[in-house]
């Protein structure tokens, strides 16, 4: 930065012999691709930038680097920039007569860094750089520089100043750089700078300064770099600033308190605004008509609300826009039509519910590109470099970015619904006694298999927009069929839960209680089954009720399912989607391990009162099974409750952890399920054997028959 400051004079004068090239190569490549430099072969957005040198003479990972605004004139000023030295100051003995025993002298620049000085030292009049900084100075008397009018840099930052005078820096008309920051100053009088008519850096950041009295910059013809960063600034008298500072070309005013840019205050001297982290929330429309030299705007980190639609309409030499992180509620669509020469837009963090390629189509020269979400990056095909280039769930080629989730998704999905179907066909040919039990089982199933189905949905539309995904990421998560597999998904997710929690219930009442003599007849395990059933078709077509309510509930990222959180949601979707998974869920899941604690203690007390080892054997084989019961269920929910929490407090959690939650995690107890409740009990296992038995048993009496016969017919 400080090597950047030391630059600033010469970059006014590159700024108007700066070329802005253009980005677009017309008529060389169809819109969306671009070309290898000058080779006639074109590329594809997606493969521009992305780290792997796609073209032979590896043109799509050139000019990648976002350097436009004041970094680009600083690049073209730095190469250029002459290294002559003076025999001066090739010379290291110090030039000075006088300065203090505990500074350090070099040439004619004095360093008192750190030297525990409460006043300002006496230095030789020659002197050209004094530097003052952490030291306790609380105050600068008048005239304390008087002598000094050969000084050109005076460093008091990190000092203990309250206030400034008008006298403070008399004398000191040869002065380049003033540093007052980390102080604790708190009103810039009238005239106090009235004496640095050689002033053209002024660095103020982190103090206190409220109130800025008019006049406080007069004098100040040379500035050309002006720091205001951190203070309490929450307005800046009209007329003030070319009018004081003709030659001004960089404002920083970060982290003040303004509230509303209003017309007047901002002129066309300055190059460079930076209105970043304040508190504005409106901008007066013609805020910046006067600013038709502006190169670099930052608005970011603010409460806008609202653009006006002809904010910039002045603003054709602008290089550089940030708005990033602000709650803006739409952006017209000719906003940045006068725009024409900008090369670099950043949008993070905004959400852009009326986006259209109307909005960028006129930003021809525009080269880089920041949104929140990449699905926007469609909406720009003409843009060589747009971020992000994934959510972590999707990306511009694929619905599933990984590639070992685009294969998983298939492996669980076969696995899921092979599996299910394999228990319902097995659980239909097996006759057994409990026929409630089974029509439980059978119940589970069908809602497991609708998790396979989701995820072959979810299979089935990665190769259908294999290689183009981003072309279709926003028509895909705001269609009917996206809603459909969320919906899927979220019915298949909650009837499995509330027939866990009902089954274990159930088992729960005939152990615990085994005199209680529960047993639901056929008509009472229908009406729960038909109960449960509804209540989950009910749970997933909620959000469809209302638009305003829920928003695109199942349409917020590419797989269409609703677990992540963050400040965008809709409070009513926030909502439900808490009551859903952090309470109806989570009230399933401790009711399923209480049941099984109390079912083992009962079987485990009842066994203490019997010393047989057959019995003992029973209860470690009875304490394994619901040991991997709760497992399996607290492998599949607690990370589900933990991202759903943890995404409240609108903390980043990357989407790489949502799609492998939804892809792997959340099918678990769908793909398991069959193998615990089925396939390895003993009971099944004893029926499927006797029936197997009897079909073995029915073939040998039918070829026996089949022998006699045709020992009777060669005999006949």
């Not at 059978?442 to 998790?451: E, H, V």
């Not at 229908?526 to 109960?531: E, G, K, N």
């Amino acid at each position: 930065m400080l090597l950047l400051l030391l630059l600033a004079p010469l970059l006014l004068a590159a700024a108007g012999s700066l070329m802005i090239p253009s980005n677009l190569d017309s008529g060389i490549c169809p819109l969306g691709q671009f070309p290898c430099g000058n080779l006639s072969v074109c590329l594809p957005q997606l493969l521009h930038c992305n780290g792997h040198k796609d073209c032979t003479n590896g043109a799509d990972e050139e000019n990648c680097v976002d350097n436009f605004g004041w970094p680009k004139l600083f690049d073209t000023i730095q190469s250029a920039r002459s290294n002559r030295l003076t025999h001066e100051e090739k010379t290291q003995q110090c030039l000075l007569d006088v300065f203090p025993e505990q500074c350090e002298c070099l040439r004619r620049t004095v360093n008192c860094t750190g030297r525990d000085l409460q006043s300002v030292p006496l230095v030789s009049p020659n002197v050209t750089a004094l530097d003052l900084q952490n030291n306790r100075i609380g105050t600068l008397p008048d005239g304390a520089f008087l002598l000094h009018r050969t000084l050109e840099k005076l460093l008091l930052q990190n000092n203990a100043l309250r206030s400034l005078s008008c006298l403070s820096f008399s004398g000191l008309a040869a002065l380049k750089m003033l540093f007052l920051s980390h102080n604790r100053i708190t009103t810039l009088k009238a005239g106090v700078f009235k004496d640095l008519l050689s002033l053209e850096w002024l660095i103020l950041d982190n103090n206190d300064v409220s109130q800025i009295a008019p006049g406080s910059f007069s004098g100040l013809e040379s500035l050309y770099f002006l720091y205001l960063l951190n203070n309490s600034i929450s307005e800046l008298p009209q007329n003030c600033i070319c009018t004081e500072m003709p030659r001004l070309n960089w404002l920083d005013l970060e982290g003040n308190e303004m509230h509303t840019i209003r017309g007047l205050v901002f002129q066309e001297c300055v190059t460079v605004l930076i209105l970043r982290r304040n508190n504005i929330r409106a901008i007066e429309d013609g805020a910046f008509s006067q600013m038709n030299k502006l190169v670099d705007l930052d608005l970011s980190v603010n409460q806008i609300l609202e653009l006006p639609p002809s904010l910039f309409t002045e603003q054709q030499n602008l290089q550089q826009l940030n708005i990033s992180f602000n709650p803006l509620n739409q952006i017209a669509k000719n906003q940045f039509d006068f725009l024409t020469n900008l090369q670099s837009l950043i949008m993070e963090d905004v959400e852009i519910p009326n986006i259209h390629n109307r909005m960028f189509a006129n930003l021809a020269n525009l080269s880089h590109i920041y949104f929140k979400k990449f699905q926007y990056c469609s909406h720009a095909p003409h843009v060589r470099s747009c971020k992000p280039n994934s959510d972590g769930i999707s990306s511009f080629e694929n619905l599933l970015a990984n590639i070992l989730l685009r294969v998983f998704v298939w492996v669980m999905a076969c696995v899921t619904c092979f599996g299910n179907l394999f228990v319902i066909c097995l659980r239909s040919f097996i006759v057994t006694e409990n026929c409630q039990h089974t029509m439980s089982i059978k119940s589970l199933c069908c809602a497991d298999c609708l998790m396979g189905f989701y995820l072959f949905c979810l299979g089935a539309f990665d190769i259908k927009f294999q290689g183009e995904y981003n072309r279709h990421a926003q028509a895909w998560m705001e269609s009917w069929e996206c809603k459909l597999v969320g919906s899927m998904a979220m019915l298949s997710s909650e009837v499995s839960v509330m027939l866990l929690t009902y089954m274990t219930l159930e088992k729960f009442l005939c152990i615990v209680f085994p005199f209680s003599h529960f047993q639901a007849g056929r008509g009472q395990t229908l009406c729960t089954l038909s109960a449960i059933w509804g209540l989950g078709v009910f749970i997933a077509v909620i959000p469809f009720f209302s638009y305003d309510t829920f928003g695109n509930f199942y349409g917020r990222n590419g797989v269409c399912f609703p677990l992540q959180s963050d400040s965008t949601e809709e409070s009513g979707a926030r909502v439900y989607s808490v009551s859903i998974f952090l309470g109806l869920n989570l009230l399933a899941f401790v009711t399923i391990v209480f049941s099984y604690s109390s079912m083992f203690n009962s079987i485990h007390n009842t066994g203490a009162k019997t010393a047989e080892r057959s019995v003992l054997s029973r209860e470690v084989a009875i304490a394994k099974r619901f040991f991997f019961i709760v497992f399996t269920d607290a492998l599949c929910w607690i990370p589900i409750f933990l991202l759903k929490a943890v995404s409240l407090t609108e903390a980043e959690i990357p989407g790489t952890i949502t799609s492998w939650v939804v892809i792997f995690i959340l099918p678990i107890n769908s793909a398991l399920n069959p193998i615990l409740y089925t396939i390895t009990t003993s009971s099944f296992q004893e029926r499927l054997k006797q029936c197997l038995q009897r079909k073995r048993h029915q073939l040998h009496e039918s070829r026996t028959s089949f022998t006699l016969v045709s020992i009777n017919t060669n005999t006949a």
